[in-house]
């Protein structure tokens, strides 16, 4: 019976010890590299479907800047835009971190990189993208919805509010949109769209005077966007590697250890919610919540 014991016994710690060791030897691999500068790391922030949500985004992006031993970042994009207030937010927390610890940003672009993405794109150093990606898109626009006055009311059915506010109602369904509630809303967009447009001249240089040929919500190809200046390179993760080398100063000798940035779960990019928020209410309350938001999400403007 001892002697079974003993057989299981070491049996458990020959598991034990396979677990442990392949973790261990990647550590010391890392710290020798490490402790005798062989690698330098690069941190890489995959922006993928739409961007309605900043706040993963950000703390990966405080993250990166406040880690020493990360030397660039890389933003690879696949996104075709969202709501405009994230997409600015993350332009400018990029751009805030920028400051304070200097280090270089590059953007990388396979197929479709639009609106708000775009507008994320433009606190980089350098953007990248393949000649037959998606790029620009460069507008706003505010989803209004369907008016169902006119269908309710062929059915009988009254629709009764008590308002207070002039343009309270602006955005209901079941109300007319009065010339004022119009001329709200397109101030909104308009607004949204000079800010967009003045952000990207003056990131990529361009001229605002020449804004109709670039700035129009058109969206060009990769090719196109590098002959209006809205790109600066075509290329493919070659050319990102060989950029990251030339401007965090990364010797050719050197291997770049990519750091990946932990992504929003599944769960969390259909609720919409914050990571540190996931946990604090039931299913139902968030599905309640999100049903609410994805409705309010509607009128906000858009960059896509």
């Given amino acids: 019976m001892a002697k079974i014991t003993n057989i299981l016994g070491s049996l458990f710690l020959l598991l034990i010890l396979v677990h442990l060791i392949p973790p261990m030897i990647h550590m010391g691999k890392n710290y020798y590299d490490e402790a005798f500068n062989l690698k330098s790391k690069v941190g890489v922030i995959n922006l993928q479907g739409e961007i309605n949500n900043a706040g993963s985004y950000i703390k990966n992006i405080k993250s990166f800047f406040e880690n020493d031993s990360i030397k660039a970042i890389l933003l690879r994009i696949e996104s075709p835009g969202g709501n405009a ?174 750091v990946k940035a932990p992504g929003p779960s599944i769960f969390e990019r259909f609720m919409g919610a914050e990571d540190e928020g996931v946990s604090s209410k039931s299913f139902m309350e968030l599905f309640i919540d999100t049903v609410a938001t994805k409705i309010t999400c509607l009128a906000a403007p858009k960059m896509q």
């Fill in 85 to 258: 207030g994230s997409g600015q937010v993350i332009f400018n927390e990029i751009l805030a971190y920028k400051k304070e610890y200097p280090k270089p940003v590059v953007t990388l672009v396979y197929d479709v990189c639009a609106s708000n993405a775009y507008y994320i794109a433009c606190a980089s150093d350098h953007i990248i993208t393949s000649p037959l990606a998606l790029v620009g898109s460069i507008g706003s626009y505010l989803l209004v919805g369907l008016k169902l006055k006119e269908l309710i009311e062929k059915y009988g059915v009254r629709y009764e509010v008590i308002q207070s506010g002039k343009y309270k109602m602006a955005l209901n369904r079941f109300t007319d949109t009065t010339p004022e509630v119009n001329a709200m809303l397109q101030s909104i967009s308009d607004d949204a769209y000079n800010q967009f447009k003045k952000d990207v001249a003056v990131r990529r240089k361009l001229s605002l005077n020449d804004a109709d040929k670039w700035a129009n919500g058109k969206i060009f190809t990769g090719r196109q966007a590098f002959e209006l200046g809205l790109v600066d390179e075509l290329g493919s993760e070659y050319n990102a590697i060989k950029k990251i080398r030339e401007l965090a100063l990364i010797e050719k000798d050197k291997k770049i250890d990519w």
